[in-house]
């Protein structure tokens, strides 16, 4: 014997249309009725039809994650797949799939995207970066498709709903945090500048120094890719000026190991000869010799409000625009000295 919606509906005493926002999970019904209708349909051994109810409503219970380079570029960093934890997290609580993009370059994850939604393989998307001038945002926005941002929008940051950290007081404490220490000569390695979470950084970086009466100088920031490879080439790139950096502020623990290695193979020592704060907390950082300081930002928080709020956006089009800060804290390790 089938057992229906109806059914489901007489054991709970409620509306057959009452079981089915309960399935869709409905912030509109209370959850002391979400719980009756979820024991009525564990006894009756009611499964919800998810294929058939996706095909009525047009929708597919599906998040796009969209990456800000190649998934097998992008994954080498362990920031990934943490924040994707956190996406899948909130996700699967309320049974959405998740689907991801891929491409080499900029313009064909463009292109896939674009196809994706337009061929409404996804509910909404997830940007895990947030570019200047980015062109993918400019087409959600034009095409009122639902979408949540990990970072602060470029422009228009009003109407996005976005999940971000305060970068530049992130930025400003890990300068603080050498300049305590009695450093002078701190240096700023940072990711691509097109990339808003560098310049706030950065920004926070050039506003502690000033506060401490310090030079900016130019020649000590130095932008790579956010990889091993990246850290390499900008410390190589600071060791080579006649005065090298003590100290350096590090926009990720990825490039702070490849920065590492380099210092390895010239002979300098961490901490002895140079300091080093980078961010992210992952795992590296714990695991790297001296293990880094480092500043956690809340990798998998990130991931779990960006997607909540995604299905807060698609379960309700009139849910509010929202700017979600998760805070950072600084992780002290062995790679900070005094001098």
Known sequence: MTVTIKDV???ANVAPSTVSRVIADSPRISEKTKQRVREAMKEL?????????????????????VMPSSADQALQNPFFPEVIRGISKAAHEKRYALQMSTGEKKGEIYERVVEMLQGRRVDGVILLYSRQNDKLMKYLLKHGFPFVVIGKPHQKAEQVTHVDNDNVQAGKDAANWLI?????????????????????????????????????????????????????????ELLSL??????????????ALGILKTLDEMGLGVPEDVSIVSFNNTLLAEMSRPPL???????????????????????????????????????????????
């Open 9 to 11: 509906a007489k054991r």
């Open 45 to 65: 051994g009611y499964h919800p039809n998810f294929i058939a109810r996706s095909l009525a409503s047009q929708a597919t219970q599906v998040i796009g994650i």
């Open 180 to 236: 305590a220490r009695g450093h002078e000569r701190i240096a700023f390695v940072g990711g691509n500048p097109q990339y808003l979470v560098t310049v706030d950084r950065q920004t926070g970086y050039a506003a502690a120094l000033q506060e401490a009466g310090l030079p900016y100088r130019p020649e000590y920031v130095v932008h790579a890719e956010f990889l091993q490879e990246g850290g390499q080439e900008a410390m190589k």
């Open 242 to 255: 006649p005065e090298p950096p003590t100290g350096l502020v590090v926009a990720d623990d990825l490039m």
């Open 293 to 339: 300081t480092s500043v956690d930002i809340g990798i998998f928080q990130l991931g779990y409000e960006a997607a909540k709020s995604l299905i807060e956006k698609i379960t309700n089009p009139n849910e509010p625009i929202k700017r979600i800060i998760i805070p950072h804290r600084l992780v002290e390790r062995g790679s900070c000295a005094q001098r």
